[in-house]
């Protein structure tokens, strides 16, 4: 449905700053994508993109128009490339825009690997620097959420140790990913690495927890689990967080402690995520087949 706005986009875009452009608020959507279907959207959006002050509210509305194309079941991944290199992003802003629209394209069917043109952006930076970076972080991010560990690292391994070295931080954090979801010894390593180059970017840290929650027994994996849930990084309501935490509690046979971050989690879940609440309804199912403290 088409959503206008009775105001120019300069207007809707300053309003919109104004807010917390990153809140997922029913005023913010409504902001959002009245601004995604204004007749001046194609003309004013990269003159706001390029605007340090306008730049996060025009980032969340280009995030939109990438998210519609998505929804239209039309190709995307070059237009959010493209997006992110007007607007001159850093490595944390296009791993936070990648990621999300990753998986607003899995949740869509509308994958960003069914619109991936080979993997030069894998091997070298290309003459856009921040256009070949998103399309890695894109091509990336998918792979994760389709837990294909063995195919990310067969084509990381495959970059030379040059390009390698001008990989930034979420890439690392990606390629950690799929070595501690494989279970291999060296992806604690390669976490406790790019922990220490990224410092507290949320991306990296979940995408190094989510390793870690799916690789199988790895040194002290379950206390490493819950070192890493601790870190001041993540919101004490994070329902990600409290599901990984909920495993890691179950794997050390703390069921009442489980049982409390499982709930927690469901609590903390929005209205509109049913797959990750099935998610918590089998972890829940698990730590409930734990013997209680009375049966020990």
Not at 144 to 170: E, G, K, N, Q
Not at 189 to 217: N, P, S
Not at 229 to 235: E, Q, S, T
Not at 266 to 293: C, K, S, W
Request: a positive charge; proline letters at 7%.
């Amino acid at each position: 449905m088409t959503t206008l706005l009775p105001f120019t986009f300069p207007l809707g875009l300053a309003h919109l700053a104004q807010r917390d452009p990153h809140r997922d608020t029913p005023a913010n959507r409504m902001i959002i994508q009245g601004l995604r279907d204004h007749p001046d959207v194609e003309t004013a959006l990269p003159a706001a993109l390029r605007s340090t002050a306008s730049r996060p509210a025009a980032l969340a509305v280009a995030q939109a128009v990438v998210e519609k194309l998505i929804d239209d079941g039309r190709p995307w991944t070059q237009a959010a490339a493209s997006w992110l290199s007007r607007a001159d992003a850093d490595w944390p802003t296009s791993a936070r825009v990648c990621n999300a629209l990753a998986w607003h394209g899995r949740m869509r069917h509308n994958s960003a690997l069914t619109h991936m043109d080979g993997t030069a952006h894998l091997q070298k930076p290309g003459p856009d620097r921040i256009h070949t970076q998103a399309l890695r972080h894109l091509h990336l991010a998918a792979l994760r959420y389709d837990f294909r560990c063995r195919t990310i690292t067969r084509l990381l391994s495959a970059v030379p140790a040059d390009r390698r070295a001008l990989w930034d931080p979420y890439t690392r954090a990606l390629e950690a990913f799929a070595l501690l979801g494989r279970s291999t010894p060296w992806g604690i390593t390669a976490m406790t690495r790019v922990l220490d180059e990224a410092g507290d970017d949320a991306c990296v840290a979940h995408a190094v927890l989510h390793g870690l929650w799916l690789g199988d027994g790895l040194p002290h994996h379950a206390e490493a689990i819950l070192a890493l849930a601790a870190r001041p990084v993540f919101d004490p309501s994070d329902p990600v967080m409290l599901f990984r935490t909920a495993t890691a509690l179950r794997m050390l046979g703390r069921r009442a402690e489980a049982l409390t971050a499982v709930q927690d989690a469901m609590e903390a879940l929005g209205p509109n995520a049913p797959q990750f609440h099935a998610d918590l309804v089998r972890e829940r199912t698990l730590i409930t087949q734990l013997p209680t403290a009375g049966n020990r």
